[in-house]
C-alpha cells in the first residue's frame, strides 16, 4: 500500500495561476524524494496541499489509503500528526526555549483539554521531557535545550525544528525548502540530518529544494517540477542534462 497517493492533483489560486497541473505521484517506501525545481514552479504548492496546508478542490491525495482532500477537524489534527512538517523560516516560538519548543510540538496535537491544561500550566510529563531530550541528541542540539530559540543560529533552529517534528512520531517528514535561509555549511549539516532520520527509521521524506547539487547528493528519487507540472520522476543518477534544462526552463532564477 503506498504512503501518499497523489492522483491529478490541480490548485488554481485565486487570480489564476494554475500552481499544480494534474499532478499524480505516489510514495510507497523510505524514499528520500527531492522535489526540485526552479522558484515558482510549484513545489511548496504540491508539499503544502499534501499535509493540508493549501486546499486543493481538483484531484486526489491519499495518505495510507485514505482520501484526505475534504478532512476537517480532529481527522486533520490525527492526519498532520502523522506528517512532521519542517519550514524554511524554521517556526519556532522565539521566547520558548528549545526543550519548550520541541514539547509544544508534541501538545499541538493533544486533544482539546489535555492541551488546554498543558499549554495553561505549562506542565509536561517526565515522559514527555524525555522522549522530547532524545529527539533533541537525535539532531545533535542537546547541549542548547535551555536556551532561548531566538539565541540560536539558523542552522541550530532548523535542528530543533526537525527534533519537533520527529517528537511527533510522524509517519513522514515533509520539509519546505528547509535550506533557502541557511548558508552551505549548515545546509549540509541539515540535509544530513534528514537523511539519517530517513535511514534510521525507515520513513519517507519529501523535501523541496531548489538546489541541484543537494538533490543529487542527497535524494534516492527527484521529481522534477516545471510550471506546476512534473516532467522528471526516477533517480539522480539519470537526470541528464536536458531533463535538467527542461525542469530549469523558463523559471524565476
Ligand atoms: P515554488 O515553491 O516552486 O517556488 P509555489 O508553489 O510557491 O512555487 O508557487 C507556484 C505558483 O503559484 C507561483 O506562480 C506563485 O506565485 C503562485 N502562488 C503561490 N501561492 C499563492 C497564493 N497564495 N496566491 C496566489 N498565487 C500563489
New binding site residues.
Given amino acids: 500500500m503506498a504512503i501518499i497517493e497523489i492522483k491529478n492533483l490541480t490548485k488554481v ?3 489564476g ?1 494554475r ?1 499544480l497541473d494534474k499532478v499524480d505521484l505516489v510514495v510507497n517506501g523510505p524514499d528520500f524524494l527531492v522535489i526540485l ?10 508539499i503544502r496541499s499534501i499535509n493540508r496546508l493549501v486546499s486543493t478542490a481538483d484531484g486526489s491525495i491519499r495518505f495510507h489509503d485514505r482520501e484526505i482532500t475534504g478532512i476537517h477537524g480532529r481527522e486533520l489534527r490525527d492526519v498532520r500528526k502523522k506528517m512532521g512538517m519542517i519550514f524554511q523560516q524554521f517556526n519556532l516560538i522565539k521566547r520558548l526555549n528549545v526543550l519548550e519548543n520541541v514539547l509544544v510540538g508534541r501538545i499541538r496535537f493533544q486533544s482539546f483539554p489535555s492541551r488546554f491544561v498543558t499549554s495553561l500550566f505549562r506542565k509536561f510529563s517526565i515522559e514527555d521531557q524525555r522522549a522530547a531530550f532524545e529527539c533533541l541528541c537525535q539532531v545533535g542540539i542537546e547541549r542548547q535545550a535551555y536556551q532561548r530559540a531566538d539565541t540560536l543560529s539558523g542552522g541550530q533552529q532548523q535542528r530543533v525544528a526537525i527534533a519537533r517534528a520527529i517528537a511527533q512520531g510522524p509517519d513522514m517528514i515533509l520539509a519546505d ?1 528547509p535550506i533557502a535561509s541557511l548558508d552551505p555549511k549548515s545546509s549540509d549539516v541539515v540535509m544530513g540530518i534528514i537523511k539519517k532520520i530517513n535511514m534510521e527509521k525507515g520513513i519517507p521524506v519529501i523535501v ?1 529544494l531548489h538546489q541541484y547539487e543537494f538533490a543529487k547528493k542527497y535524494a534516492t528519487r527527484i521529481v522534477g ?1 516545471n510550471d ?1 507540472r512534473i516532467v522528471y520522476d526516477g533517480p539522480p543518477e539519470n537526470l541528464d542534462h536536458e531533463t535538467l534544462g527542461e525542469i530549469y526552463k523558463g523559471g524565476e532564477e
Fill in positions: 489560486f485565486e487570480g495561476t500552481a525545481g526552479p522558484s515558482g514552479a510549484g513545489k511548496s504548492t504540491l525548502e523541496n517540477m506546476g
